[in-house]
């Protein structure tokens, strides 16, 4: 995805572990969560990450430190309508800008022009032909949403 000029970043480590756990764990715990995904994503691209996007829009303190910590541009970590940056509750600053996601996840879009779960994430053996053949739609259905997918720009910083 990468070198076809995605902007590629990381999610988690474990995503159903972040979203379930991350609001009531400590600074420990997210530390090893975080540095799993930004180690493995180093192994596989030869470069640290980037950005950030949170599983589930799920955060804790410990986390928006860390983004700041491992040298991340900015995130995405929760839904909204513009950029801000995230404050502590004294009103100090914390964390990196985040541009917040309007995108619809593939569950929302269950339904929509007769997508069917079976097409948005299908979970048997060869699952990659029924995925592929279910692009489109996916793709028509977030444009009936009013939502468009961009490549980044190659001169982007």
């Known amino acids: 995805m990468r070198d076809r000029g995605f902007e590629v970043g990381i999610h988690t480590w474990d995503h159903i572990r972040w979203q379930d756990h991350v609001a009531r764990r400590d600074a ?3 530390r090893e969560e975080m540095s799993k995904a930004v180690e493995r994503f180093a192994e596989i691209f030869g470069t ?3 950005t950030h996007g949170a599983a589930g829009w799920q955060m804790n ?3 928006y430190a860390l983004e700041r910590e491992f ?3 900015y995130a995405s970590d929760g839904r ?3 950029p801000f940056q995230p404050v502590d509750r004294h009103g100090e600053s914390v964390g990196v800008p985040q541009l917040p ?3 619809p996840t593939l569950d929302e879009l269950i339904g929509i022009d007769g997508l069917d779960a079976g097409q948005c994430a299908p ?3 060869g699952a990659h032909r029924g995925a592929a053949a279910a692009r489109p739609r996916l793709h028509a259905a977030r444009r009936a949403r009013g939502h468009e997918a961009a490549r980044q720009p190659s001169n982007a910083c």
Request: charged share 25%; no cysteine.
């Open 123 to 125: 979970a048997r053996a």
């Open 80 to 82: 909204g309508t513009r």
């Open 101 to 103: 996601t309007t995108l």
């Open 71 to 73: 040298g991340f541009d």
């Open 61 to 63: 303190d410990a986390a």
């Open 48 to 50: 640290a990450p980037r």
């Open 28 to 30: 420990a715990w997210t």
